[in-house]
């Protein structure tokens, strides 16, 4: 393994165990260690399986619960999408790659809570009533990855600067 992906999985693994820290609701690093996971693993199985066998783990400690399906499906989309365009992820576009991965897993959840959580009517009434619910919660993730994907990708623009062994590999295209 090489030190470049270590220091990948490590910053990953560390982000994601910020959500054991006390938080304010959705304000974690799990969606931003996701967009980073997707744009900056060179194999796509790793950027998929880092992030969420870290979420496992962290879920270990924390509990299980019934829309869990939902929450990893959606961090799963975000490595996916990330993975999808992350040539494109650079500078101020990942400012709007951290909002658009908020509103995904805003979507996503908010939809697993409407569908098993038993909260809401099982028609469009209860889907929309269940999406004005979560509207605060919306906000919350946008700040929380605005904020962490800048801390992650900023931290590790430094190390690949500073640190010749972190640097991407050279493509031969």
Known sequence: MSKRQSALIGLVFLAV??????HPWNWTAVGAASLFAGSRFERLGEALFIPLAALLISDLILGFHSTMVFVYGAFALIVLAAWSCREWIRGWK???AALVSAVLFFLVSNFGVWLVGGF???DLRGLWTCYVAGLPF???QAMGDLFYSAVLFGLWAQAETRLPALAPPVRAD
Do not use: D, H, Q
């Open 17 to 22: 165990f910020s959500r054991l820290l006390p």
């Open 94 to 96: 990942i400012g709007a």
């Open 120 to 122: 809401y009517s099982a």
């Open 138 to 140: 919306l906000a919350s």
